[in-house]
């Protein structure tokens, strides 16, 4: 089974910053996406950011020009840079793997999650 650990979630102030890690037990150029997902009491699971197996970023509007995704692909490990953090970023932050198979079906890998606190 793959695992993702994340790591480097905290309590921090607004317009502070923080990198958060996620840590595969693969290769992660063997999945099609990564990506961080973050989820606020009571809210549903978001896509804050991902990347694509060729290094392609895609972002939420509500994190752009403010998070930057990237990754290591040598470590296994892919990283979020957050900065300018505000309250409503307050959330557990998810990585996330997708391999997408045939006939649609998708592979989804969880980490436990980090949580990221932001005080105003």
């Known amino acids: 089974q793959v695992q993702l650990v994340e790591s480097g979630g905290g309590l921090v102030q607004a317009g502070g910053s923080l990198r958060i890690s996620c840590k595969a037990s693969?290769?992660?150029?063997?999945?099609?996406?990564m990506a961080w997902y973050r989820q606020a009491p009571g809210k549903q699971r978001e896509l804050v950011a991902d990347i694509t197996r060729t290094g392609i970023t895609n972002y939420a509007d509500s994190v752009k020009g403010r998070f930057t995704l990237s990754r290591d692909v040598a470590e296994n490990t892919v990283y979020l840079q957050m900065n300018s953090l505000k309250p409503e970023d307050t959330a557990v932050y998810y990585c996330?793997?997708?391999?997408?198979?045939?006939?649609?079906?998708?592979?989804?890998?969880w980490g436990q999650g980090t949580q990221v606190t932001v005080s105003s």
């Open positions: 996330n793997a997708k391999q997408i198979r045939y006939a649609g079906l998708v592979n989804n890998y």
């Open positions: 693969e290769r992660i150029a063997r999945f099609d996406a």
